[in-house]
């Protein structure tokens, strides 16, 4: 997006933070050149100014710092790499990496919310101490804490003191995910992970990777945004992820007659005159609108499940209680939903084990999911069918459950025609995400 021309003029006028950090020559600095080449900095850096003169040559497009503080951190051996010495950690920062695709403002505002709720859980459940708190220059923000127990730095052989914090982060990044909070689970225990060094231009989008207040944190992202800094050829953020002319452009090219309403249950459908070969769908999100990383179930049962395969999933969701189970069906192909706020984490981590890997994958890479209102395949004559409701999966009346109720999902099951008498605590709000998507 931007040459090294212009990325060296940013970094002239423009300087890196290094006010947070104790000791720079401790940490290792590593940037993308503008030819998607990476550079390692082969020398310790004192100050900033140090730094900024190895970008003589070239800017970095992305600029990164390691996580890790380190006896010598130059030329670090590889983890795998067990014939070389292995190198002396002196620090470890804990690092939370929250972000919510795809770059835009409602989903930055819905990271910056579970970044603040993070924030206050971590003051009162675990022995840390704020560092810095950042903007990414992208779709998130970072935490950046120490941690007040140094026991297991003073662990006298090198290897093992890596492994046992590496160990220590990971029970700690478990705990977080328990919690319910949406987090990058590649980055927390990671001990030779890199991060995105304040005050350094986002490649991608041009905006600047921005240390901020907690007092900002707390406030909405609109009372702020506009102090944020950014290249003059920034990305502009939307406000939607997809807005009304990638809509209107979207159906213009693809259909001939707008969508029609059909009586409840039915979804809104599509006509088409012959068999057009693009088609458009309305998808809807598994996440609870309103809330800090809760979703929804909700899935097409895929064709290969058996008996089996049904019956495990109908005996884990009651266990679960995750109930109730409403089921549709679009000609022989069957949907169901599960109108409760489950916490994120656990959803992506039982999705595979109920055969939905896909699902599990999407949550990883977008923070939830999008599912099809109605069944997509150009081939099947049931394409253009009613969404029909057929009672319950679990085949019985139970609704208790410490899980609250999703009131954006009982929210979607009363536009199909279903109404819940939802008994309980309720979260979110009665606003189903929803977006048109071209499918091919």
């Known amino acids: 997006m931007f040459s090294n021309d212009e990325l060296k003029a940013w970094y002239t006028t423009m300087p890196v933070d290094l006010d947070w950090l104790e000791k720079p020559s401790r940490h290792q600095f590593r940037w993308r050149l503008p030819n998607d080449r990476w550079a390692t900095l082969p020398r310790q850096v004192s100050h900033e100014q140090t730094l900024r003169k190895q970008f003589a040559k070239y800017a970095p497009r992305d600029l990164y710092i390691s996580t890790s503080a380190w006896l010598n951190p130059v ?27 795809p770059f835009c403002y409602r989903r930055l505002e819905q990271a910056r919310s579970v970044t603040d709720g993070l924030l206050t859980w971590l003051d009162e459940h675990e022995d840390l101490t704020l560092q810095y708190i950042s903007y990414s220059g992208g779709k998130g923000f970072h935490l950046v804490l120490r941690d007040n127990d140094r026991t297991l730095f003073g ?74 800094p950014k290249h003059q050829r920034a990305q502009p ?81 009651k266990e679960k209680e995750w109930v109730p189970v409403f089921q549709f069906r679009q000609g022989p192909h069957e949907f169901i939903l599960i109108p ?73 099951l009363k536009r199909l025609g279903v109404f819940v008498e939802a008994e309980g605590e309720i979260a979110g709000r009665p606003e189903p995400a929803m977006r048109i998507v071209t499918k091919v």
């Open 340 to 412: 409760r706020a489950i916490p994120t984490p656990q959803l992506r981590k039982q999705l595979p084990q109920l055969g939905l890997q896909r699902l599990s994958t999407e949550i990883g890479s977008l923070g939830h999911y999008w599912v099809d209102m109605s069944y997509h395949n150009p081939e099947d004559e049931e394409q253009n069918s009613e969404l029909t409701f057929t009672g319950r999966l679990d085949d019985s009346d139970e609704t208790h459950s410490k899980v609250p109720w999703s009131a954006t999902h009982l929210e979607a």
């Open 75 to 101: 030329d670090l051996p590889r983890l795998k790499d067990t014939d070389a010495p292995a190198p002396i950690l002196l620090d470890h920062l804990v690092v939370f990496d929250i972000d919510f695709r």
């Open 237 to 317: 953020m939307k406000h939607w992820p997809i807005g009304f002319k990638d809509i209107r452009k979207a159906v213009s090219s693809t259909i001939k007659r707008p969508f029609k309403k059909t009586t409840a249950p039915s979804l809104i459908q599509a006509n088409h005159a012959g068999t057009p070969p693009k088609s458009l769908s309305m998808q809807m999100s598994s996440q609870v609108v309103g809330t800090k990383g809760r979703s929804a179930l909700m899935a097409w049962i895929p064709e290969r499940w058996g008996e089996g395969q049904r019956e495990y999933f109908i005996k884990t969701v």
């Open 155 to 228: 662990t006298p052989e090198p290897r093992l003191r890596e492994d046992l914090v590496r160990a220590s982060r990971q029970e700690l990044l478990q705990r977080v995910l328990d919690a319910g909070f949406d987090v990058d689970t590649t980055v927390t225990a990671d001990t030779r992970r890199i991060i995105r060094l304040p005050g350094s231009l986002h490649g991608t989008t041009g905006w600047c990777c921005t240390r901020i207040s907690r007092e900002q944190l707390r406030r909405p992202l609109k009372t702020w945004k506009e102090t944020l």
